[in-house]
């Protein structure tokens, strides 16, 4: 007589994956939420208009009525030639621009070497004083800070004091930092 050995299969017990997705996309949510991103520096710039359009904003300006600002290879300052500290270049710019508020250009060049770091802090040191100029002058004639002034009066205050950067970059071979 054969025997048969009934063995029952077992069966392996599954893991229960129904609230996995449910699990990964809270630790999702959670991740997201907590961490911290780093934000990139910029700087806002009201880019030139097209070429039909340039030739009537163009702007004719004499030798006496732009303001050179130079950083070399090795990231050193100077304000028509001469060497400044930012501190004096805020100021420098102010009371350059207030001398004269309607034909004023700023020209700032840059060697290829020059680190994006001093670039940079001098291109934010230039839009500091126009800031600071423009608040004085808001305060003085509207009697209030820029921010509470009116569309109107910003515009009014913009037209006043209008940023004109120009940038340059030298020749010499190289990279930046």
Same mark, same amino acid.
């Given at each position: 007589?054969? %025997? #048969?050995?009934?063995? =029952? /299969?077992?069966?392996?017990?599954?893991?229960?994956?129904?609230?996995?997705?449910d $699990?990964?996309?809270?630790?999702?949510?959670?991740?997201?939420?907590?961490?911290?991103?780093?934000?990139d520096?910029?700087?806002?710039?009201?880019?030139?208009?097209?070429?039909?359009?340039?030739?009537?904003?163009?702007?004719?300006?004499?030798?006496?009525?732009?303001?050179?600002?130079?950083?070399?290879?090795?990231?050193?300052?100077?304000?028509?030639?001469?060497?400044?500290? %930012? #501190?004096?270049?805020? =100021? /420098?710019?102010?009371?350059?621009?207030?001398?004269?508020?309607?034909?004023?250009? $700023?020209?700032?060049?840059?060697?290829?070497?020059?680190?994006?770091?001093?670039?940079?802090?001098?291109?934010?040191?230039?839009?500091?004083?126009y800031?600071?100029?423009?608040?004085?002058?808001?305060?003085?004639?509207?009697?209030?800070?820029?921010?509470?002034?009116?569309?109107?009066?910003?515009?009014?205050?913009?037209?006043?004091?209008?940023?004109?950067?120009?940038?340059t970059?030298?020749?010499?071979?190289?990279?930046?930092?």
């Open positions: 007589m054969t %025997r #048969r050995f009934n063995f =029952r /299969r077992r069966r392996m017990p599954e893991l229960n994956t129904t609230s996995t997705a $699990i990964s996309f809270m630790l999702l949510v959670f991740f997201l939420v907590t961490t911290s991103l780093g934000t520096r910029g700087l806002g710039r009201k880019l030139p208009p097209l070429s039909d359009e340039k030739q009537e904003h163009a702007l004719e300006v004499t030798k006496d009525q732009v303001l050179t600002l130079s950083l070399d290879g090795n990231d050193r300052l100077t304000c028509d030639g001469q060497p400044i500290g %930012r #501190r004096q270049l805020r =100021r /420098r710019v102010m009371e350059f621009v207030a001398q004269r508020p309607e034909k004023n250009v $700023i020209a700032i060049h840059s060697m290829p070497q020059t680190s994006y770091a001093a670039y940079f802090q001098l291109q934010h040191t230039v839009v500091t004083a800031r600071d100029l423009r608040e004085q002058w808001a305060r003085k004639h509207f009697g209030r800070t820029l921010s509470d002034c009116s569309d109107e009066e910003r515009e009014a205050v913009a037209k006043r004091f209008p940023q004109r950067i120009a940038d970059v030298g020749t010499e071979k190289g990279g930046g930092k």
